[in-house]
């Protein structure tokens, strides 16, 4: 604690005048901050040298878990920052809000899929997935996979099936989040409407005309979906549903705590998205709070530890030597084919809507 100088610790006299100097330890006053995060930065906020370390720099975070598009339903102009997991939904709040200040963001996560190894091995056997040799990453093959997802193709249907009973006749899908709710659930539609669309980035009427039949496929076959990626994880590791689209730091998070599940397989899709985790801040106080997110180097080693890539690096790999559970990707950029870009933010809104049935102009 930064010590401050106050009133007397030594005399000194001179021609009889007694001086003295005394130390005080009064703390630095704490300011309350309160926003509105992503759910997969809840762990990160309650972790307690988190708190400890914000505390030390003068703030106390009060932060509720919410999907990130859900944070566009909600006042969020009465909270101090709002903390979403994309720039898209970012800047949606930036334009709504009209907000002058500077988004942050500070770290990323690529989007990934995880499976349980049974699972990942018998995509493997029908071409869907690879381990690679040397790294022993995990890839999802996202043309066979759209390919059987377009083609309603059931676990039942594939060569080595019959030693998966678990796997029922159910149809093969990822499961996500809602894509009108959450950022990641939104930008599997991206992807999913990237592939359909010939490889292209829909930019037009006539690219979410000629998607909407295969993402609303894609969707309806899910049920109900959960409206956070948190939640989305939880049922992944509950074992509801064999394969779930989430962010790679979920998995990393849990893998450095040393709870992930023993069987528990992270695989980068070959086509996939780096998710911009951006701070919106609301006023003064939220600029603070994103500004050391960004730059203090003890909440920087923190957020490696929960999982997130800092400019890029996978810090958390250090922490992960010597400890049994999931492989991870050292280098994104050479293990998936490619990054698109996401498509403007009222078409991806609108591709999302139809993927979920609701019928907009």
Avoid: C
Avoid at 217 to 222: E, G, L, P, Y
């Amino acid at each position: 604690m930064k010590r401050t100088l106050g009133v007397v610790v030594t005399l000194v006299l001179l021609g009889g005048v007694a001086f003295a100097l005394i130390p005080d330890d009064k703390p630095a006053a704490v300011e309350t901050v309160t926003g509105e995060i992503g759910s997969e930065k809840d762990a990160f906020f309650q972790d307690p040298e988190v708190v400890a370390e914000l505390k030390a720099k003068g703030l106390q975070v009060q932060s509720t878990p919410i999907g990130s598009w859900s944070m566009n339903d909600v006042d969020v102009s009465k909270f101090d920052f709002a903390f979403p997991a994309s720039k898209s939904a970012a800047n949606t709040l930036l334009d709504r809000l009209k907000i002058k200040s500077t988004a942050i963001a500070p770290f990323t996560s690529p989007l990934v899929v995880l499976a349980h190894r049974p699972v990942a091995e018998l995509l493997q056997k029908n071409d869907m997935a690879a381990q690679d040799p040397n790294t022993n990453v995990w890839t999802l093959k996202m043309a066979p996979y759209l390919d059987a997802l377009d083609k309603g193709r059931r676990w039942s249907d594939l060569k080595g099936a019959e030693d998966h009973k678990e796997l029922g006749n159910g149809a093969i899908f990822v499961r996500t989040t809602d894509p009108t709710r959450s950022s990641s659930g939104s930008l599997y539609i991206a992807l999913l409407s990237y592939l359909q669309n010939n490889t292209q980035v829909v930019s037009d009427e006539d690219g979410v005309q000629a998607t909407k039949g295969l993402l609303r496929k894609a969707t309806v076959q899910q049920g109900d979906q959960q409206t956070s990626t948190g939640a989305q994880f939880t049922d992944f590791i509950t074992n509801r549903g064999p394969l779930a689209f989430v962010y790679e730091s979920q998995a990393a998070d849990v893998a450095v705590q040393g709870t992930a599940p023993e069987d528990m397989v992270v695989l980068y899709p070959d086509i996939t998205y780096v998710s911009d985790h951006t701070v919106v801040p609301m006023n003064p106080k939220g600029e603070k709070l994103a500004a050391l997110l960004r730059d203090d180097p003890k909440l920087v080693e923190l957020e490696t530890k929960h999982g997130f890539r800092v400019n890029g690096q996978p810090a958390f790999l250090d922490r992960l030597k010597g400890k049994k559970g999931p492989v991870f990707a050292q280098n994104i950029q050479s293990q998936v084919q490619l990054m698109p870009a996401v498509p403007e933010t009222d078409l991806l809104k609108r591709m999302s809507d139809l993927a979920k049935g609701v019928v907009t102009k």
